[in-house]
Nanobody, 115 residues
């Protein structure tokens, strides 16, 4: 099993920046990809950014050029640098690990962007 713990959420004004971090523990050698998803009130959870074990990345169109996902294998962490935040980025952000047959989710961290 893999356990994920997120940190770094908070409140910021539009145009500001936040950095989310997710630390993995447990059976981390089976992780194929890690990602950040978000869920805004009344909306479905959506993929924001993904990074594979080979460091390929994928982003939701609306965050391209503003968000950057990265990983530090030595620290078993994946981070999401969010710049140029907009009110529509307000959501609970969840870290996700893809282990193939299984997956793991963090508890979520709230990001609030005010106009």
């Amino acid at each position: 099993q893999v356990q994920l713990v997120e940190s770094g959420g908070g409140s910021v004004q539009a145009g500001g920046s936040l950095r989310l971090s997710c630390t993995a523990s447990g059976s981390i050698f089976g992780i194929k990809a890690m990602a950040w998803h978000r869920q805004a009130p009344g909306k479905q959870r959506e993929l924001v950014a993904l990074i594979t074990s080979g460091d390929s990345t994928k982003y939701k169109d609306s965050v391209k050029g503003r968000f950057t996902i990265s990983r530090d294998n030595a620290k078993n962490t994946v981070s999401l640098q969010m710049n140029g935040l907009k009110p529509e980025d307000t959501a609970v952000y969840y870290c996700h690990a893809d282990l193939g047959i299984l997956d793991a989710w963090g508890q979520g961290t709230l990001v609030t962007v005010s106009s």
